[in-house]
């Protein structure tokens, strides 16, 4: 079992940069992989970046790639997604989810956080 927990997101103007942290606690913890996922009103959930548990592999979308970079610290159990250049169009509640499957796909992952706010204004 795994509890995560995002923090870190907030209204930025269009240019700006915010770094998103997931902290995820139970005692294998560590063991998960960690994905972000994102969802904008009226829209599906979709990838954004993934990161297997030991920071081995990492999947970014291409729709992000350039601006956005994600990692974890493993000695504090926690995930970081940093957002730059940011855009009114990344604006939405992003998830961080772990699983032990390492997957860009949403179905794959079992544990979700609760989500946190990202909005972007023009």
């Known amino acids: 079992q795994v509890q995560l927990v995002e923090s870190g997101g907030d209204l930025v103007q269009a240019g700006g940069s915010l770094r998103l942290s997931c902290a995820a606690s139970?005692?294998?913890?560590?063991?998960?992989?960690m994905g972000w996922f994102r969802q904008a009103p009226g829209k599906e959930r979709e990838f954004v970046a993934a990161i297997r548990w030991n920071g081995g592999s990492i999947s970014v979308a291409d729709s992000v790639k350039d601006r956005f970079t994600i990692s974890r610290d493993n000695a504090k159990n926690t995930v970081y997604l940093q957002m730059n250049r940011l855009k009114p169009e990344d604006t939405a509640v992003y998830y961080c989810?772990?699983?032990?499957?390492?997957?860009?796909?949403?179905?794959?992952?079992?544990?979700w956080g609760q989500g946190t706010q990202v909005t972007v204004s023009s």
């Open positions: 989810a772990a699983d032990r499957v390492f997957s860009t796909r949403a179905t794959t992952y079992s544990f």
């Open positions: 139970g005692r294998t913890a560590i063991t998960y992989n």
